[in-house]
């Protein structure tokens, strides 16, 4: 079954404005429509404000149709919070999933029969915000069972890989350490198709950009460099295996 907001109804999430939000914004289709399904799959309660007043409903994603650009949200208990969703002429949807904020706008809210039920059907947002406030939060990785990134050299025709280990890893990117002295990392290299290995969750397929360079002492008393590298375009779905790994690394140290 799946897992209700924990969210209580007396408390609604509040709408936020953040400076600069297009690192939050998504625009992708695909993208936009693998969070709402997410929001179904978890029954994540979401508030709803009518136009630009403080007054809302409560809802949750029951439905997407990616095809047809429609989704379905429950039709609340409150007949007249159902009636002013009908007149309005926008819906702000603000929810938490998996401790990101997701902020949405609906326009076109119609009452519609779904599955025998009452219903609302509005299009899919064209854009959507999902602020990560822990974007930069970073953990160190396991050194027992170090966490591997595979990142490929492309040098003319040739192509080779050489393998890095994470030091530690956030929503916004990782530091990883040579040992064997493979790459001569530069700042501002961009390295395309990197394979970072997720113990128990997958494999995150990125693009890497060196942000900064530093040097760490090697177990045999060597220097070996550290690069900190920003993930570049990285889609949702891959920030959200991220973010599960993160998830486990916490709870197995708490």
Known sequence: MPEKDDKPANRPLRLESVDNDEKYRIFSEKGIASILR???????????????????????????????????LDYGTDEASNQRALETDTLSVVAFLDQVKIQFVCHGIEKI??????????RIPETLLRIQKREYYRIETPTRTPVKCIIPLIEGDKTD????????????????????????????????N???????????KVDLRVKHISETSGGNGGKRQRARCEYIDAPDSVLSLIQRYISRLEQKRK
Do not use: W
């Not at 179904?40 to 029951?62: P, Q």
């Not at 599955?115 to 509005?122: H, M």
């Open 38 to 72: 997410s929001m179904k799959h978890h029954n994540t309660l979401a508030t709803g404000y009518f136009d630009d007043s403080d007054d809302f409903m409560l809802t949750t994603v029951i439905h997407v149709d990616a095809e047809e650009g429609e989704m379905v």
């Open 113 to 122: 029969q779904f599955e025998e039920r009452d219903a609302f059907l509005t």
């Open 194 to 204: 990197c394979l970072i290995e997720l113990p128990e969750v997958g494999t995150a």
């Open 161 to 192: 890989t050489a393998e890095v280990i994470l030091e530690d890893i956030s929503c916004g990117g990782i530091a990883v350490i040579d040992p064997r002295a493979s790459i001569d990392f530069e700042v501002g290299t961009r390295y395309r």
